[in-house]
């Protein structure tokens, strides 16, 4: 079975300090892998989301990036954190569909998140 | 472009009430529906899908109706307990390429009294 993993849990970083946060996927290969953040009271916002090693689609303009260094590694990075960036995490996975009319394995996995508090 | 427009929260009920959470939709393709459910602290898990139009997609007592005529989605369970307190997203993806984005509603808190 897959399993995602995220770490860590929780986080409490200065402003202006940098940041990394890890995700990894177990028990599938060539998934697709996605970044939100679930900012307090609001819902979920796509951060950035990759296809394959060393490509990375973003989707809102900001001072985080992403990289995938391994097929199933997914690090979201910041060289200088901002209050703004309080949120909560999450880091998710997907199939990458077959081709044709076929519909299914769109769902998305999701791990348990990171808590991350800007002081 | 797609969005999920999901009725605003907080819901209060109490145990055994009959829940509903609207979800409508708007797509510029045939989008697959989804209802995620997120409990304190944790990630999201998926709850039910239906990837085509009067599909219904259920689990845990909880339904949901594709209904293409009105492009919604809503939520219902029958008798609702205090585990069910959570947040829920409705959401939707687009087939089409290789990266399939969901778009999520805002989320809607269910909160439930004994």
Not at chain 1, 7 to 15: C, E, G, H, N
Not at chain 1, 29 to 54: E, K
Not at chain 2, 40 to 69: I, M
Request: charged letters at 15%.
């Amino acid at each position: 079975s897959q399993t995602i993993h995220q770490w860590p849990a929780t986080l409490v970083q200065p402003v202006g300090s940098p940041l990394s946060l890890e995700c990894t996927v177990e028990g599938t290969s060539n998934p697709n892998l996605y970044w939100y953040r679930q900012a307090a009271g609001r819902g979920l916002q796509l951060l950035f989301y990759s296809v394959g090693i060393g490509q990375i689609s973003s989707e809102v303009p900001q001072n985080l990036s992403a990289s995938r260094p391994q097929d199933r590694q997914f690090i979201l990075s910041s060289k200088k954190l901002l209050l703004s960036d309080s949120g909560f995490y999450l880091c998710a996975w997907s199939r990458v569909p077959s081709g044709g009319l076929v519909r299914k394995d769109y769902e998305q996995y999701f791990g348990p998140g990171t808590r991350l508090t800007v002081t | 472009g797609n969005s999920v427009t999901q009725m605003e929260g907080p819901v209060t009920l109490s145990e055994e009430a009959f829940l509903t959470i609207n979800c409508t939709y708007t797509a510029t393709g045939y989008p697959s529906l989804f209802w995620y459910v997120q409990y304190p602290g944790e990630g999201l898990q998926l709850l039910l899908k239906a990837t085509k139009a009067d599909d219904k997609g259920s689990n845990k007592g909880f339904e949901a109706t594709y209904r293409k005529e009105t492009t919604s989605f809503h939520l219902e369970k029958g008798s609702v307990q205090v585990s069910d307190s959570a947040v829920y997203f409705c959401a939707l993806i687009i087939s089409g390429g290789s990266n399939y984005k969901l778009t999520f509603g805002k989320g809607t808190l269910l909160t439930v009294n004994p």
